[in-house]
């Protein structure tokens, strides 16, 4: 799986809701930086995806605008728009914000997510 099919495959892990899909391609050291908590061990990581999960119901995100600015043998950095839509408190809503992902290709040569940046 290349640098571009990882990033596919995180989005798609992240719709299934089951955080252990979603660490299939984190990076032992993944680093998290959201617009109100920054994340650095696999449990706030967890904790964090379980609660948005749960603050809204049936979301499903995608990554829109991906533009790959920096790519070499071990590294590879996106930015891209995310969308997200899901039932918050019984209605429905929907909102987006900016990402920046870093994936690092690891000694096996399985490419893994590193870190995320999320703003809105």
């Known amino acids: 799986m290349d640098y571009k099919q990882v990033l596919e495959a995180y989005i798609v892990a992240t719709n299934t809701h089951d955080f252990n899909q979603v ?4 990076a032992e050291d993944a680093i998290y930086w959201f617009t109100d908590k920054s994340c650095t061990t696999r449990n706030e990581i967890r904790e964090y995806f379980e609660n948005a999960w749960e603050t809204i119901r049936d979301e ?3 990554a829109t605008d991906v533009q790959w600015i ?8 996106c930015l891209y728009t995310f969308r997200w839509e899901g039932f918050y408190k019984g209605e429905f809503a ?3 914000g900016r990402a920046t992902n870093v994936f690092m290709k690891e000694a096996d040569g399985r490419w893994k997510l590193k870190h995320e940046h999320l703003s809105r």
């Not at 660490?23 to 984190?26: A, G, N």
């Not at 920096?70 to 950095?77: C, E, F, N, P």
């Open 70 to 77: 920096s790519v070499d043998h071990q590294s590879a950095v």
């Open 94 to 96: 929907s909102g987006s």
């Open 60 to 62: 499903v995100y995608r």
């Open 23 to 26: 660490e299939k391609v984190l």
